[in-house]
């Protein structure tokens, strides 16, 4: 898929494929692909330099692991077992696991992520967006890979939103799912990005956000998507 293409109603598997496979694995990727998604969202966070793909600061909720990830080595991270048998991928992995025809949605979710982000994903020819809630981050990204897709992530509907999307010259605008009414969403199409929304986990509530001109929506089942709007 390309990342111009307005006319696609986009279905992102929400970490991979949260609800069916661990989340954030090679696993919950691969899954996500044969389901026929149309992008993956992923989360990175920084380990000794090297990019993870993990969500939460500590290691409890999804791996065999115990503490803050920022306390662990990048090799300690990866000896463990983050569900399944699964291991924490790098981004690098991750990338590899996904057809370059799929859209892979990188969220920059931890600290000093940005720049080195910004020196894996520059230059590679497949469709990326990067997104992230932090919007500083997003543009020392930015900085770092001018012509990589971006989207600020709004968890909060604030009146600065405008004024990021133009300083980003953003791609799109991720909103959270209770944000998503007919006005905001026509208001972040008439600054000239997309809107996608998440956490969306039935085919009927896409098919009402699609009709209010959402452009896409991440899952964490897309099996219950693919094909149903
Ligand atoms: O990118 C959409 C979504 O992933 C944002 O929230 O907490 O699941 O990373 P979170
Ligand atoms: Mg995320």
Redo the contacts with the bound molecule.
């Keep these: 898929m390309r990342t111009d293409d307005n006319a696609k109603f986009l279905v992102?598997g929400?970490?991979g494929a949260?609800g069916i496979r661990p989340e954030n694995t090679l696993a919950a990727f691969r899954k996500a692909v044969s389901l026929g998604v149309d992008g993956v969202?992923l989360?990175v966070q920084c380990v000794e330099g090297e990019l993870l793909v993990f969500?939460d600061d500590r290691l409890e909720r999804t791996t065999d692991g115990r503490g803050r990830l920022e306390d662990a080595t990048f090799e300690s991270v990866r000896r463990l077992d983050a569900g399944a048998g699964e291991r924490v991928p790098t981004l690098r992995e991750a990338l590899a696991a996904v057809p370059s025809s799929v859209l892979v949605?990188v969220?920059l979710?931890g600290r000093g992520t940005a720049v080195p982000a910004a020196r894996l994903l520059r230059g590679l020819r497949r469709p990326i967006v990067v997104?992230s809630?932090d919007h500083q981050r997003l543009a020392v990204f930015r900085e770092h890979c001018p012509r990589t897709p971006v989207a600020p992530?709004a968890?909060e509907w604030t009146a600065g939103l405008p004024a990021t999307v133009q300083a980003l010259r953003a791609w799109g605008v991720?909103i959270?799912a209770r944000l998503a009414t007919a006005a905001r969403v026509a208001a972040v199409k008439s600054w000239g990005c997309r809107c996608?929304v998440?956490?969306v986990n039935s085919a009927g509530r896409a098919r009402r956000l699609r009709a209010l001109g959402v452009d896409g929506v991440?899952t964490d089942f897309p099996d219950r998507l693919s094909g149903a709007c």
Excluded: P, V
């Design positions: 992102i929400h970490r949260a969202e989360d969500h949605n969220e979710k997104s809630f992530l968890g991720h959270a996608l998440y956490t991440f």
